[in-house]
């Protein structure tokens, strides 16, 4: 996790979650890596929780593991909060992740996510960016309210962004930051019948693995010093 979206995200918790009583937050993708520090686990330390890191495969600040990938190991209607940080341009069909986000959450319940809106390809799955009309999109799919978004984009030249001016170290990634809320309103029903469409085909489909890499993209990543894309340094 890079420092801007983890300072990003503790924006979201100093705003949005009470210091006072108890809460459930669930931590979608909270795995981290051997060279990486940063967990949102840390960011909440102080309160009183009850912390689910959840991700597809085990491992550090991982509580459980997600049997499938579009299915959050958690009951429906219980987390008051869901994290979800530089997880979700890595998930090939995130309708299905957002489905299960609104299912798990209390009516009233939030769910802070931040994903990049530029950077270069890292992990071994990189499937998308970001932008605020996205998590527009995404909040009407899934019947959730969205509360709050924003992009860090370069400041405006005339008409168009300073790209070339991006602060390497703060802002390279260019974070998209989306604040959810299930309403009490929330059409479950209805979206249980959405979800248990979309999910059940993504689950089938699992990911891109049954895909090949076209041969210009396979020349390219081969271009890569040791052969792999770039990787995320959190």
Known sequence: MHP???AHMKLCVDQ?????GRSCVVDLGSRISDRQVRTHRSLLEGRDIDYIGVDVLGGRN??????EPYRIPVKSRTADFV???QAFEHIPFFWGTMLEIARVLKPGGRAFITAPSRGHVHDAQDCWRYYPDGFRALAAWSGLTLS???TDFPPLRGIRHDYPGIDAKNAYWGDSVGVFERPASYPALRMRLVRGVTCWWANRIGGVDNVPV???LAARASCVPG???PQQVG
């Open 16 to 20: 949005y979650m009470p210091d006072q």
């Open 227 to 229: 052969g792999a894309v």
């Open 148 to 150: 709050e978004v924003h």
């Open 62 to 67: 991982v509580d459980r593991v997600m049997t």
């Open 4 to 6: 801007s979206a983890y």
């Open 214 to 216: 076209p041969p210009q």
């Open 83 to 85: 994290l979800s940080g």
